[in-house]
């Protein structure tokens, strides 16, 4: 059974840092793609990082330069990196992993974040 879990979150100010991981287990992490999700309040949920088992890693215009996305294969866990943080980065956010044996993805259950202006 595949198991994602974050944690990290919290409240904010504006311009501040956060740092959310998750642990996985059940699931061959090192050959894992991973990725952090966020829904703002009524809005869809959006890619913000990913990372591959080679290390490519990928983001949303709105953070780079702001967020830093990690993995470490030893310890099955990866990690967001949020600094410089914006009201309108204020979201649930979640961690993917996706197999690449059977390319289902798993989710996590969400961590919020809050920035306050």
């Known amino acids: 059974q595949v198991q994602l879990v974050e944690s990290g979150g919290g409240l904010v100010q504006a311009g501040g840092s956060l740092r959310l991981s998750c642990a996985a287990s059940?699931?061959?992490?090192?050959?894992?793609?991973m990725g952090w999700y966020r829904q703002p309040p009524g809005k869809q949920r959006e890619l913000v990082a990913s990372?591959?088992?080679?290390?490519?890693?990928r983001y949303d215009d709105s953070v780079k330069g702001r967020f830093a996305i990690s993995r470490d294969n030893a310890e099955n866990t990866v990690s967001l990196q949020m600094n410089s943080l914006k009201p309108e980065d204020t979201a649930v956010y979640y961690c993917?992993?996706?197999?690449?044996?059977?390319?289902?993805?798993?989710w996590g259950q969400g961590t919020q974040v809050t920035v306050s202006s």
């Open positions: 059940g699931i061959i992490f090192s050959r894992s793609t």
């Open positions: 990372i591959t088992s080679g290390l490519t890693t």
């Open positions: 993917k992993a996706t197999s690449s044996f059977s390319g289902r993805d798993y």
